[in-house]
């Protein structure tokens, strides 16, 4: 059950933290972003693109003194690894200029830059698959490409009827040792920049692992005593049971509770505002996390 307070300022507004654009893997501008985020009628969201924190500069130069533009808050999503699997860690409210949480950026980059290039390598050597210099070039300036840019390539030229088929059964086949950001490192950028680490749609891990019960106590353990501070109950992807035990799990250990869609645009059959909380009285982890971002 949520744990609720009578009343707060929060309750009547829409809240969405989690959502990316085409500076990461969705397919709409940061200009549209904030454009489809006001249409929506949601009062309070953040940008949290995969390793990169320019959208959120761009959102932050857009915004007005007017109250009616919504409450943004700066968001990033780190695609963490260590020897016991993967994690999405969330940051939000850092300050975008702060050198703790660039440096983590910079990581991510690198490594994502260097699994594209990977990636590419091994559709041609193990499957025949190629595509044109210009192709290549433009795919490699885009500012975070990633697993869906290949996937939709690989469909315009023919390999894969679908994206998510080319991911499955092509891309996923590349496999890079060393090539991620430590959930830890991640976390200490995070706090050093002054902002809140969230663990993302913690129930989910690699592909289509579902992490539960004791495995995942013990995920929320290590990464608390690595500083997590929070965790994103409210997911477009959860059941009603599964967000229950992941609110129950904050409660134990005193976590904050965020909720996000995961927003990618035409990237993803995922809709703003959609994570299972909507309007009405908010939970009281989620209120005091919100407090400290405004």
């Not at 009547?12 to 200009?31: K, Q, Y």
């Amino acid at each position: 059950m949520m744990n609720q307070r009578k009343s707060s300022p929060f309750d009547s507004v829409l809240i969405d933290l989690h959502m990316h654009s085409r500076i990461s893997d969705g397919s709409d501008s940061p200009e549209e972003i904030l454009a489809r985020v006001k249409e929506a009628g949601i009062g309070i969201f953040s940008l949290t693109d995969h390793d990169a924190v320019e959208g959120c500069r761009i959102i932050r130069s857009l915004l007005s003194p007017s109250e009616k533009d919504p409450l943004f808050i700066p968001g990033v999503e780190f695609s963490c690894k260590d020897s016991e699997g993967k994690y999405h860690i969330l940051g939000y409210g850092y300050d975008p200029e702060s050198e703790p949480i660039n440096k983590v950026v910079d990581m991510g980059h690198e490594y994502r830059m260097n699994k594209v290039r990977g990636r590419l390598d091994m559709l041609r050597q193990e499957f025949g698959f190629d595509f044109p210099s210009d192709e290549i070039d433009e795919l490699l300036a885009l500012p975070n490409p990633g697993k869906p840019h290949i996937g939709n390539l690989m469909v315009k030229y023919g390999y894969a009827e679908s994206k998510e088929q080319a991911i499955r059964e092509y891309i996923d086949k590349a496999h890079f040792k060393g090539q991620y950001v430590k959930p830890e490192e991640a976390i200490e950028g995070i706090l050093g920049s002054g902002g809140i680490p969230v663990l993302a749609h913690p129930f989910y891990g690699s592909g289509d692992q579902l992490i539960l019960g004791q495995e995942m106590e013990e995920r929320l353990v290590k990464l608390k005593g690595y500083g997590l501070r929070g965790v994103e109950a409210f997911y477009s992807g959860f059941t009603d049971k599964l967000r229950n035990q992941m609110i129950e799990f904050a409660d134990k250990y005193d976590l904050y509770i965020t909720a996000g869609s995961d927003y990618h645009g035409t990237n993803k059959w995922i809709d703003l505002g959609d994570n299972g909380l909507g309007e009405g009285p908010k939970p009281e982890r989620m209120v005091r996390f919100l407090e400290l971002m405004v």
